[in-house]
């Protein structure tokens, strides 16, 4: 697939991301906290997209069927957006991570939770072309947050604010209005967040040119057969 292509496919998954994020902030300032609370979920899927569009540019993922399938499949996007999560920390997460007063030990790749994300994307949202593995221990629990994502709990929270779910009787189950202003405040700042991470100053729209990215694409080109074991320890190994 062309650069240049990628290239605009990536801008314009940010720009209207940027619109639905603004139409979630005006929402909020109305008080229609369930439209609020949606929009801003579809800003996060839209971002995700545009980190899946980056890492397709940057080899880590194959352009395929498969892959065009999880660009539309919003429980893989929600479960991308765990990762954009991280990379985009709040102003405390950023001090505790570089505090210089830790002990600075060998850390994981990525933390538990983002591994799970992408262990599930790699394993179950994208269909597999070959045998994989995963990168720490596989009997180990998954995270609740991503369990609940990758069961679609995510994806069926922002269904019910849209919709009045009615049960096996018709009794009326949940309704829209039940959505809270906290919650849809914490959507709002966390796509804040994500969206600022695909737009910073003074480069191009993306996947940023850092450590963190270095080791997202490296441990994707690892899981989709880009990169062997081998190549990926001795990466591991120098940083």
């Given amino acids: 697939m062309a650069n240049m292509v990628l290239k605009k496919a990536i801008l ?5 991301g940027d619109r639905l994020l603004d139409d ?10 369930p439209t609020c609370y949606v929009l801003a979920v579809l800003a996060q899927e839209e971002y995700a997209k545009a980190l899946l569009l980056s890492l397709i ?3 880590a993922i194959p352009w395929s069927d498969d ?3 999880a660009l539309r499949d919003h429980v893989c996007k929600q479960l991308v957006s765990v990762i954009l999560d991280y990379l985009s920390p709040d102003i405390d997460e950023f001090l505790r991570r570089h505090d210089l007063s830790r002990p600075h030990e060998k850390e994981p790749i990525f933390p538990g939770h983002v591994l799970d994300a992408i262990h599930v994307i790699c394993h179950e949202r994208i269909p597999r072309e070959r045998d994989r593995w995963w990168i720490d221990p596989s009997d180990r629990p998954l995270d609740g947050i991503v369990k609940a994502i990758a069961d679609g709990r995510l994806d069926a929270n922002k269904q019910d604010a849209i919709y009045v779910r009615l049960g096996r009787t018709g009794e009326v189950v949940s309704q829209p209005a039940a959505v809270s202003s906290d919650a849809a405040r914490a959507e ?7 969206g600022s991470q695909l737009r ?7 996947l940023g040119d850092n450590v963190d990215a270095e ?4 441990l994707f080109k690892l899981l989709t057969g880009r990169l062997s074991p081998e190549e990926f320890n001795a990466y591991w190994r120098a940083r």
């Fill in 57 to 59: 540019q940057a080899n």
């Fill in 188 to 194: 709002v700042e966390r796509s804040e967040r994500i």
């Fill in 24 to 33: 979630a902030k005006s929402m909020f300032d109305w008080e229609r906290w």
């Fill in 215 to 218: 080791k997202l694409i490296a």
């Fill in 12 to 16: 314009a998954a940010i720009e209207n």
């Fill in 200 to 206: 910073p100053y003074n480069r191009e729209p993306g």
């Fill in 67 to 69: 892959v065009r399938r």
